[in-house]
């Protein structure tokens, strides 16, 4: 198993990417303490999932734009498991679809709060605990192109994700490895809520894929870089797409 005896952190792990990563990275061995605001039914299943497989899981409520969701959060992670060895930033939203004309302020503070803030107070609150292993912060690709109509605030905040990725690999390293992931259009309930239908075809026919991709998928990746598989990986962002976008 390549996470026997760590333990891991995932953020926003009671749907779609989030509980594929933890039921995954669970069946490799780790630990699993999964963070969710609003999918209380998806986080107890995905919590059952893993029990139900041999494996060791707990599912917290938090808000994690604060410091106090943050911190009883980390602290309920030690107290069951002793350590953090695996953080994977995954909680985060667009929140609502508004061009940069309709945009107010509050509305572009609450975007970067969620997937920016969240991600700033979470490192901060695990650095004390985490002694060696790996950060995987999940970006997007609308951090590499700008986004669909309406999401400057969601691929803005992307994009800082990303640069904290490459500044953190530099300030954690040997120990802690921080990298990266930019999903293209994963088949997500974010983008049943935010993506009319038309626009996820078009993507399936464009895309050298022919296929949306599955939180599986990204799932598959995030395991990747929270193992000593990627051990010399440290400071990137990569790409997961389906080939719609090379950088």
């Given amino acids: 198993m390549k996470l026997a005896g760590k333990t891991a952190i995932i953020t926003g792990g009671g749907r779609d990417i989030g509980a594929a990563t933890a039921i995954l990275l669970a069946a490799e061995g780790a630990n699993v303490a999964i963070n969710y605001f609003a999918s209380s039914k998806g986080a107890d299943e995905t919590v059952a999932t893993i029990k139900a497989a041999g494996g060791n899981a707990i599912a917290l409520q938090g808000d994690l734009r604060t410091q106090e969701g ?31 004309a309709e945009m107010s302020l509050e509305h572009f503070n609450d975007v970067m709060s969620l997937n920016l803030t969240s991600t700033f107070l979470m490192i901060k609150a695990v650095g004390p605990h985490m002694k060696t292993g790996a950060i ?15 999401s400057v605030a969601y691929a803005a905040s992307k994009g800082a994700v990303m640069t904290i990725t490459r500044g953190l690999a530099k300030e954690l390293g040997p120990n802690v490895r921080v990298n990266g992931l930019c999903p293209g259009m994963i088949d997500t309930d974010f983008h049943n809520i935010h993506t009319p239908d038309a626009g996820r075809r078009g993507y399936e026919a464009a895309a050298p894929m022919k296929r949306q991709g599955l939180p599986i998928d990204v799932a598959n990746l995030v395991l990747f870089l929270a193992c000593e598989d990627s051990a010399f990986l440290t400071g990137t962002n990569v790409d997961i797409n389906g080939g719609m976008l090379f950088s």
């Fill in 136 to 150: 995987v912060n999940i970006a997007s690709q609308a951090a590499r192109d700008g986004g669909g109509p309406g």
């Fill in 70 to 100: 943050v911190d009883a959060l980390v602290n309920a992670t030690v107290a069951e498991f002793g350590s953090v060895d695996v953080l994977v930033n995954n909680s985060g939203g667009l929140i609502a679809r508004k061009t940069f």
